[in-house]
């Protein structure tokens, strides 16, 4: 395998408030390779946002190694941060000269992403006269333009209502399949996780302690029973992972006395 993510015994501390070093990373492994589409799923807290900071260039105060080759690298965040001076339109050029992409090209990669994505028709529209799934979109198309050969993509749709957020992990899926960037997306949806990516490496306390391949073919539909199968076993996996008990697949009703009452409740409001 050909590998334009490698990294090596990667150690991260923070200093907490009373002076005291808290590590975050803990001695990580991980080789992803050229066009693979990898989720990381792990709790809140685990160290996903931290690893993809390193990943990013942005925080260089690590020990070990973080090679990353293959091209630019494109970040997705949680949220769209776009400029809120900007049009649709501006915000794309603004990014396009930040990373100096030939100005010959812009029209073609604008009309191109922004076409993927459903939004040529809102090239004019400010970022606040969009909503939150378009923003997110346009932030997608903002991070495709500049023609990233790695695309770091940080719970970029958990913010998104549940219809707008699967549109566009559908959308995504569409794209990747056409342009196979290498893709490492962070997540703490099993769901998410398991419709998207090729393999699944399950992080928590700053650790990876599973790692799953998806062994559902592609094209995928995100209704496939197979993938709410294999969410199942990845949710188990997470359990265990976790140090905690496995969730149980089927989650028992443990006070049937509750749900009885409730019924009765509502027979007797609708009279019967
Ligand atoms: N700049 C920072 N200073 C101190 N602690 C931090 C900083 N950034 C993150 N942390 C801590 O590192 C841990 C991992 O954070 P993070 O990588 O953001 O987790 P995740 O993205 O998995 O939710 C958390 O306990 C968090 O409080
Ligand atoms: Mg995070």
């Known amino acids: 395998m050909n590998s334009v993510i490698e990294v090596a015994s990667l150690r991260k501390s923070f200093k907490g408030r009373d002076g005291t070093s808290r590590a975050v990373l803990k001695d990580l492994d991980l080789a992803v390779g050229a066009g693979e589409f990898l989720c990381i799923l792990g709790p809140s807290g685990c160290g996903k946002s931290t690893l993809l900071n390193v990943l990013a260039g942005l925080d260089k105060a690590?020990?070990?190694?973080?090679?990353?080759?293959?091209?630019?690298?494109?970040y997705l965040f949680q949220e769209p941060r776009l400029l809120p001076w900007l049009t649709a339109d501006g915000n794309l050029d603004f990014a396009l000269a930040s990373c100096r992409v030939p100005t010959s090209r812009w029209s073609e990669l604008k009309s191109?992403?922004?076409?993927?994505?459903?939004?040529?028709?809102?090239?004019?529209?400010?970022?606040?006269?969009?909503?939150?799934?378009m923003a997110q979109r346009l932030a997608l198309v903002r991070a495709l333009c500049v023609e990233p050969g790695i695309l770091l993509m940080d719970e970029p749709f958990s913010g998104l209502d549940e219809i707008t957020a699967r549109r566009i992990r559908s959308d995504l899926l569409s794209i990747w399949e056409e342009t196979r960037k290498t893709i490492v997306f962070v997540t703490h949806s099993a769901y998410e996780a398991c419709f998207l990516a090729d393999r699944i490496l399950v992080m928590s306390g700053g650790a990876f302690r599973q790692e799953m391949r998806v062994p559902i073919a592609r094209p995928r539909s995100y209704d496939d029973l197979a993938i709410f199968e294999f969410s199942r076993d990845v949710i188990k996996a997470f359990g265990d992972g976790i140090g905690r008990e496995p969730v149980p697949s089927v989650i028992p009703v443990t006070e049937p006395s509750l749900v009885d009452d409730l019924d009765r409740h509502i027979a007797a409001r609708m009279n019967i």
Do not use: F, K, N
């Open 112 to 133: 191109r992403y922004l076409a993927m994505t459903g939004l040529s028709e809102y090239r004019d529209y400010y970022p606040h006269q969009i909503s939150g799934g």
């Open 62 to 74: 690590y020990e070990g190694r973080a090679c990353v080759s293959g091209g630019r690298v494109g």
